[in-house]
Each structure stands twice: as structure tokens, then as C-alpha cells.
Nanobody, 119 residues
Framework: VQLVESGGGLVQPGGSLRLSCAASGSIFSIYAMGWYRQAPGKQRELVAAITSGGRTNYVDSVKGRFTISRDNAKNTVYLQMNSLKPEDTAVYYC??????????????WGQGTQVTVSS
């Protein structure tokens, strides 16, 4: 499966962005999908995930601010990010993994999209 992220950019603190990850090359609905981010000098971390069954989970730092969703008809997973903070600045990546009840990361990654939160 091939993954292409879009929707990143520069936004002021408190602003919003919606990231998209379009998949091709396989049956999208069978994959569990995850959004990761990596800030300079830090390890890549899982931000949010959605299983093939629609179950979601979030890292504590984004709960209540970020929402992950998927549209299987469009082969796309989204990350709606609200109330953005400077510490959300990172390159965001999507991952195609597996799992209907829980998310397990797979080997498929997009190229990443930069999100910068700054005034």
C-alpha cells in the first residue's frame, strides 16, 4: 500500500489543521491506521490510531484536541487537529498497520507532512 500525506503547514497557536493520508494499492478498509509525529531531536511517537473496526486511541497530550477518522470509500484517514500548541510542531507521518480491536503498526509509511505551530 502507498500512503501520501497532505494538509500540513504553518499555523498560529490555538489554530487548526486537518491532515489527510490517502492510500492506494491495496484494500484500505482492512488496515488499521496510525498517525505519528517526530520533532527534531526526538523519537517518533504514535499520536492517534484507528483500527479497521473503527476503534480509536490517542496519546494523552492530544486527547480532546485531535480527532482521527477514516473514510473507507475515499481510502483516506484524517487527523483533525484543534487548539494547536507549539509543542505539536513536528513532521507527521501516517502508517498502515493491522488490527480490528487494537492497532499494531505495520511497515507502510507515508513521506510525512510538516506541521509548524508558531506565532
Amino acid at each position: 500500500v502507498q500512503l501520501v500525506e497532505s494538509g500540513g503547514g504553518l499555523v498560529q497557536p490555538g489554530g487548526s489543521l486537518r491532515l489527510s493520508c490517502a492510500a492506494s494499492g491495496s484494500i484500505f478498509s482492512i488496515y488499521a491506521m496510525g498517525w505519528y509525529r517526530q520533532a527534531p531531536g526526538k523519537q517518533r511517537e504514535l499520536v492517534a490510531a484507528i483500527t479497521s473496526g473503527g476503534r480509536t486511541n490517542y496519546v494523552d497530550s492530544v486527547k480532546g484536541r485531535f480527532t482521527i477518522s477514516r473514510d473507507n470509500a475515499k481510502n483516506t484517514v484524517y487527523l483533525q487537529m484543534n487548539s494547536l500548541k507549539p509543542e505539536d510542531t513536528a513532521v507527521y507521518y501516517c502508517n498502515a498497520g493491522q488490527g480490528s480491536g487494537s492497532y499494531y503498526a505495520g511497515d507502510y509509511w507515508g513521506q510525512g507532512t510538516q506541521v509548524t505551530v508558531s506565532s
